[in-house]
């Protein structure tokens, strides 16, 4: 389970956001916010002090007195970069940090704006090995007719996706998310695979989801198996949206040879378009560099 968590936080909407739903994670420990600004003096013993350096600290340390969370430190550190990736700060802090899990608001402004949308979050994804969770605020109906997304409790209901590679999924939200109160497993199979060669693989998944489901089901937790055709991303949403799903599960793990296409066509696109929460599993298997 997570104890140590990073936040990159820059006082969006979604960053407030996404710091509302860390109570909802057990046995969560310290929160670090990370705040990244963009200066003309990046080091401090330069002699000059950039005065937004300092307004960011201080407008941070703010809000971090502002939350009150019985049993859980909140410390706040401000990164300042001339130029370079974002992404590599954030994974460099988050392993100085010791922290398990990142968590960040899907849209944000200033230095992170373009968190999903460019290649900050593409980086993140493919260099990060910490596990992801991806949050978007929910926003307000612009017409009558425009139905408002139901914040649901964060582990109310899980979608787990499979694609069955190694590591086995269910076996990692068996010791990092124990304590869903529902859980839907799902694999989609390709389009590409019609007819008779299609049936086969559906009626393999299905024995092997029946199989994980038997599995997850000794923690008392209800699973139910569910096997579509079609796009995977596309597949994923759509169940997301029309099951009330609080959470979807990803894996990025498996051989390294074949993560970034996995991350460049299904999670990334999920992660892109998916207006429910992701959470993406960083897992590799030994000796594959």
């Known amino acids: ?110 230095v992170i704006e373009t968190l999903l949308l460019g290649s900050v979050a593409s980086e993140v994804l493919r260099n990060g090995d910490r596990d992801l969770l991806l949050l978007h605020a929910p926003q307000a109906k612009k017409s009558d007719k425009q139905e408002q997304r139901e914040v649901l409790p964060l582990f109310s209901h899980l979608l787990v996706c499979t694609d069955f590679s190694a590591p086995d999924i269910v076996a990692l939200c068996k010791e990092e998310l124990p304590f869903a109160s529902r859980v839907t497993l799902l694999h989609v199979v390709s389009t590409q695979d019609s007819g008779e060669r299609g049936h086969l693989h559906s009626s393999d998944a299905w ?56 991350l460049g066509s299904t999670a990334m696109n999920v992660t892109r378009n998916a207006d429910i929460p992701v959470l993406v599993l960083k897992r590799f298997e030994p000796g594959t560099e």
């Not at 994980?212 to 569910?226: C, M």
């Open 1 to 110: 389970m997570y104890e140590k968590v990073l936040v990159p936080f820059d006082f969006s909407a979604d960053s407030r956001h996404a710091i509302e739903h860390l109570t909802q994670i057990p046995g969560l420990s310290r929160v670090v916010l990370l705040h990244v600004i963009y200066t003309k003096y990046p080091k401090p013993d330069a002699g000059t002090m950039d005065p937004s350096a300092d307004y960011a600290r201080l407008r941070l340390e703010e809000y971090a007195r502002s939350i009150d969370w019985e049993g859980i430190s909140v410390r706040t550190r401000i990164e300042a970069i001339s130029g370079g990736d974002i992404s590599a700060v954030v994974n460099r802090v988050a392993a100085e940090e010791s922290a398990s899990l990142v968590v960040m608001g899907k849209r944000g402004m200033g």
């Open 207 to 262: 024995t092997r989801l029946k199989a994980l489901r038997d599995e997850y089901s000794s923690l008392q937790i209800p699973v139910r198996a569910t096997v579509c055709e079609g796009d995977a991303a596309e597949e994923i949403i759509r169940h997301a949206r029309e099951n009330k799903v609080s959470l979807i599960v990803l894996k990025s793990a498996g051989k390294r040879g074949f993560i970034r296409n996995f």
